[in-house]
C-alpha cells in the first residue's frame, strides 16, 4: 500500500501553468505505475496521464495531449503534473493515484489514492 499526498493545486487564469506534485510514502514506490486522474462537479473522475515505473510508458488523455506533462523522480517519491495552456474546462479535483505494476489508465485498476487537490481555471 502507498499513501499519497498531492499539492499545488489553486486558481490560474486561462492560458495559465500549474504544477501538481504527489508525494508517495513506501519503499516500493519506484515499482508503481502512477497517474492523475480529476473529476469536476457532477462528473465521473476521468483520467489524465500515467507514467509506468521507469518513465519509459506514458499516456495522456486527448483533452491533455500537448499541454500537461507527467513526471516522476523515483528517489524522492514525487510523481508531478505540469499543465500548460490551462483551460477553464480543466477546472476540477486532481487526484493521484498508483498501482503496482500494471500500464494502465483505468480507473478501477488503482487502489491507491491521494485526498485531491482543487484546480480552478478562470476565464
Known amino acids: 500500500q502507498v499513501q499519497l499526498v498531492e499539492s499545488g493545486g489553486g486558481l490560474v487564469q486561462a492560458g495559465g501553468s500549474l504544477r501538481l506534485s504527489c508525494a508517495a510514502s513506501g519503499r516500493t514506490f519506484s515499482r508503481y505505475t502512477m497517474a492523475w486522474f480529476r473529476q469536476a462537479p457532477g462528473k465521473e473522475r476521468e483520467s489524465v496521464a500515467a507514467?509506468?515505473?521507469?518513465?519509459?510508458?506514458?499516456y495522456y488523455a486527448d483533452p491533455v495531449k500537448g499541454r500537461f506533462t507527467i513526471s516522476r523522480d523515483n528517489a524522492k517519491n514525487t510523481v508531478y503534473l505540469q499543465m500548460n495552456s490551462l483551460k477553464p474546462e480543466d477546472t476540477a479535483v486532481y487526484y493521484c493515484?498508483?498501482?503496482?505494476?500494471?500500464?494502465?489508465?483505468?480507473?478501477?485498476?488503482?487502489?491507491?489514492w491521494g485526498q485531491g487537490t482543487q484546480v480552478t481555471v478562470s476565464s
Open positions: 493515484a498508483a498501482e503496482p505494476g500494471r500500464r494502465t489508465s483505468d480507473k478501477s485498476e488503482y487502489d491507491d
Open positions: 507514467i509506468n515505473w521507469s518513465g519509459g510508458w506514458v
